[in-house]
């Protein structure tokens, strides 16, 4: 996991907002902890060099956003002013509070645009994968477990690969 809360040379901002942000309390799993203490910036951005999307957000020296969108990550808006998304791989659930409806519409439409460039970026190095893979027939792309990497025919099973690169 790449832990870097600094933009790479190829990451570029292409949607900054103001929010508060909440992270779930882990004990719980319920209450919502303050991760900032006040509106902070919180950006999306995209890197070219990996075709990956990250949202970020620093207060000081303090990261309190490094989450790396995936195509099935869902924001969810739960009130008029508020919306939360798991990033099961950051381990946590965040939480925006935004100081205006029209702020988290916003928020919104660019996560849902961003969500849906990567599960085109996944779909495509899927594909690519599958037409260049490897010998054993797996892709070395966790997404690919879900798909079938050849037919056996019939009367066999289907092949799923096994191995995981992560």
Same mark, same amino acid.
């Given at each position: ?39 902070v910036p919180v950006s999306f951005f995209f890197d070219s060099n990996r075709s990956t999307y990250r949202i970020?957000?620093?207060? !000081?020296?303090?990261?309190? +956003? %490094? #989450?790396?969108? *995936? =195509? ?6 739960? /009130? ?56 054993? !027939?797996?892709?070395?792309? +966790? %997404? #690919?477990?879900? *798909? =079938? ?6 009367? /066999? ?10």
């Amino acid at each position: 996991m790449n832990m870097n809360i600094r933009p790479t040379m190829g990451e570029q901002p292409i949607f900054t907002t103001r929010a508060h942000v909440f992270h779930i309390d882990p004990a719980t799993k319920k209450n919502w902890i303050p991760a900032s203490g006040q509106s902070v910036p919180v950006s999306f951005f995209f890197d070219s060099n990996r075709s990956t999307y990250r949202i970020i957000s620093v207060e !000081g020296t303090k990261a309190v +956003i %490094n #989450s790396t969108v *995936t =195509p099935n990550m869902i924001f969810t808006k739960t /009130s008029q002013k508020f919306g939360q998304w798991a990033d099961p791989r950051a381990n946590t659930i965040y939480g925006l509070g935004f100081a205006s409806e029209a702020d988290l519409a916003k928020f919104i439409e660019k996560f849902k645009e961003v969500q849906e460039a990567t599960r085109i970026v996944s779909l495509k190095q899927q594909n690519g994968s599958l037409q260049s893979s490897p010998k054993d !027939g797996s892709t070395g792309d +966790i %997404n #690919s477990m879900l *798909t =079938p990497t050849r037919s056996l025919g019939p009367n /066999s099973p289907a092949h799923f690969p096994v191995r995981l690169s992560v």
